[in-house]
């Protein structure tokens, strides 16, 4: 079913519950290396519940758990003692609606190589360019570094965001419906950014928009809650090409081609 990838993260017999509600139940997925793995299904299935799973943000939620295991280069990091303030910046993420801090445009990208030690100038000077051109945006704000990254457009402070999250060196970016908030031009250059991102970064992508799923994930896996009440639960998992021409699963045909969800 798999193409001949390395995997960067495992997810075995995933279960997580807020409280006394089961939330997912029973994930099995891998995710490949250096591509754009996409998490597609109706609203409620799960999908932003697993993808926040794969950097234990559910943990900044009270009386959420986890069973089973995520596994990121060999190690679970659900396993005692695992460092959590490592592991997301390893695994970054990028939210729905862009969240710049209410600083200079420079300060959102140095914010978190100085959290790290770093401190001398000429060094964040490097990382904030470095950042911002991979997250395409450095021709378009290197004459205004000093500026509120407020400023910027919906697209623009996007990009900021995923500019911050490059700044730290991770290894895994994490996207939970990030164009949902912005528009479609602004949604094409951060779909072109992804697609260059893949050549150094592991890839995670939650999104309504099945089109999005097709046209920028290279595996994509159909997530469905089988009766109001119940958890989420993956239905089936491939390559996105499979998934979108031939799924196995009657129920993947049926929200793909619009008959339900």
Not at 196 to 220: C, E, G, P, W
Request: charged content about 30%; glycine content about 6%.
């Amino acid at each position: 079913m798999m193409a001949d990838t390395d995997n960067k993260m495992r997810i075995e017999d995933l279960s997580m519950y807020y409280g006394s509600f089961k939330a997912l139940e029973d994930v099995d997925l891998d995710v490949p290396a250096r591509r754009i793995t996409a998490l597609i299904g109706p609203s409620g299935c799960g999908k932003s519940t697993l993808v926040r799973c794969l950097n234990r943000m559910n943990d900044l939620v009270d009386g959420t758990r986890v069973e089973g295991e995520v596994v990121l280069d060999d190690r679970n990091i659900y396993s005692p003692g695992y460092d959590t303030i490592q592991l997301r910046r390893t695994v970054g993420m990028v939210f729905q609606r862009p969240n710049p801090f209410p600083k200079s445009i420079y300060e959102n990208v140095a914010y978190g190589p100085r959290l790290v030690g770093i401190k001398g100038k000429q060094e964040l000077d490097s990382i904030v360019e470095e950042s911002l051109r991979k997250a395409a945006l450095w021709d378009e704000v290197k004459a205004n570094l000093r500026e509120s990254g407020l400023n910027l457009s919906g697209g623009q402070q996007q990009r900021l965001c995923i500019a911050r999250v490059i700044a730290v060196q991770p290894e895994v970016i994490l996207f939970d419906e990030p164009c949902s908030a912005i528009d479609p031009v602004a949604t094409q250059l951060i779909e072109d950014l992804m697609a260059d991102l893949k050549k150094n970064y592991t890839m995670v992508i939650v999104t309504h928009n099945m089109q999005q799923a097709a046209r920028v994930s290279d595996f994509t896996a159909f997530m469905l809650v089988l009766e109001q009440g119940d958890p989420g639960r993956l239905i089936e998992y491939d390559e996105t090409n499979k998934i979108f021409t031939k799924p196995d699963d009657e129920r993947t045909e049926r929200y793909i081609t619009g008959r339900f969800g």
